[in-house]
């Protein structure tokens, strides 16, 4: 009798919801080009009955460790993650290859090391060689921190088992394989199968465990989307290349904020915590045309900004309209707004404007520092010295009241900046904060 022949599904990488042939679309999640074919397990288990299970215990009855966070020695990293890392808490750490996602992760275990916590990091795309010499540039020491390169998941979680450590660290997730799948590292089915049983080990010996992840071409974490549902905390890496600053940001953390946000700078000896991260961004070519202050909101966490802004003409091709860390959509309103509203012609024009220093956000906030930019430039007129601007622009050209105002208005008068822009209604409900009113 011949073998049954194995048959192919199809999974999205999205939610990870199983498919018998290729669509178009996901049936379950509705996203477009999310199908990719895997190969079908050959066999499922024969095992039945209800296996180990455990009795439901009384909420009352429950008994929770007051000391479950452990502090790891960043205060940046502490801040995003609510006070640390949280006993047998499953983290995952994405971003862009280069931003220093292995840097940042070796430093918190040299850290934890040093305060006796046992520390196994896993390492599937460098031999511990590779990790030895960045450790060595990054004077990391610890008696305690534990080097394995591997990407059989059974061969890790039996290491794991012996040591006993405080910490796992796997990175990456897109590395480890599970021998009872025949698809390839990193496909949908290795990622999720790989997750779920690293999951159960960590839940079950209160292990805290940190997964690094890659992200695709959009910026999302890559694999499926069901990982981020799976995992406690997803903790974003980001920045540019071009820029030595890096943004820590919490995407989802059951057991503390999600509006919290590190600042990071990287040197020679690796990422150091920026004392000052609301005067960052700032430079010194405020005093030119097509420039204007403004303070965006990141979390709690309010940051002082430079808007700049370069109209030219163009009486030959179609005007360009260019944001740099800005939404180009939402630079194009703000340029309808100022022509139909303000009368100011902007057909013949290409316009370009840049958050300086690399600093994307989308923040409303900025609206009013984009137009009086823009409107620096083309009269080439510099903007009077410290002016800051606040407040979001509506459809109808009026100036709105933004978030967090006493906060972002605290901060500018902080960094010496005097003047500040904002809606004329907050002279009448708080003569406090307005200093001037638009």
């Not at 192919?8 to 939610?15: V, W």
């Not at 018998?20 to 679309?25: A, D, S």
């Not at 089915?189 to 159960?200: G, L, P, Y």
Request: charged share 25%.
């Amino acid at each position: 009798m011949s073998a049954r022949k194995s048959r192919n599904i199809y999974l999205c990488r999205e939610c990870g919801h199983q498919h018998t042939r290729w669509q178009g679309n996901c049936s379950a999640c509705g996203s477009w080009n999310t199908l990719e074919e895997e190969q079908a397990p050959s066999h499922r288990s024969s095992k039945t009955g209800p296996g180990n299970v455990r009795e439901a215990t009384l909420l009352d009855e429950v008994v929770i460790s007051r000391d479950s966070r452990t502090a790891t020695g960043l205060e940046m990293v502490d801040k995003v993650l609510g006070g640390g890392l949280v006993e047998g808490a499953l983290v995952l750490l994405g971003g862009e290859p280069g931003m220093g996602k292995s840097t940042l992760i070796l430093q918190i275990c040299s850290l934890l090391s040093k305060k006796g916590k046992g520390v196994l990091y896993v390492s599937g795309e460098e031999s511990e060689a590779q990790v030895k010499l960045r450790a060595e540039r990054l004077q990391v020491h610890g008696e305690t921190l534990h080097l394995l390169a591997h990407t059989d998941l059974e061969g890790i979680l039996e290491v794991a088992k012996n040591l006993n450590p405080s910490l796992l660290v796997l990175d990456s997730i897109q590395t480890v394989r599970v021998p009872d799948l025949d698809s390839s590292p990193g496909s949908v089915a290795q990622v999720r199968e790989s997750t779920f049983r690293i999951m159960e080990f960590a839940k079950t010996r209160s292990l805290t465990t940190i997964l690094v992840g890659h992200v695709t071409k959009g910026g999302e974490i890559a694999g499926p989307r069901l990982l981020e549902h799976m995992v406690d905390v997803v903790l974003q890496f980001e920045g540019d290349r071009t820029h030595h600053f890096r943004l820590l940001r919490g995407l989802k953390n059951r057991f503390g904020p999600t509006d919290e946000i590190g600042v990071f700078e990287m040197k020679g000896d690796g990422l150091q915590p920026v004392a000052n991260p609301a005067a960052y961004f700032l430079t010194d070519s405020t005093s030119t045309p097509g420039s204007c202050l403004s303070v965006v909101m990141e979390g709690t966490q309010p940051f002082m900004v430079e808007v700049q802004a370069l109209v030219a003409d163009n009486n030959f091709t179609y005007p360009k309209r260019t944001a740099m860390g800005l939404d180009p959509n939402r630079l194009s309103l703000l340029l309808a707004v100022m022509e139909k509203r303000m009368g100011i012609l902007l057909g013949q024009s290409d316009v370009y404007v840049n958050l300086a220093g690399g600093v994307k956000s989308n923040d409303p906030g900025l609206d009013l520092a984009v137009i009086l930019a823009v409107l620096s430039s083309i009269r080439d007129v510099t903007l009077p010295p410290g002016t800051v601007a606040l407040a979001e622009t509506g459809l109808g050209g009026e100036m709105r009241l933004v978030s967090h105002l006493e906060s972002r208005v605290r901060e500018a008068k902080n960094q010496g900046f005097d003047r500040i822009l904002l809606p004329e209604r907050v002279k009448r409900s708080n003569k406090d904060l307005c200093m001037e009113k638009v």
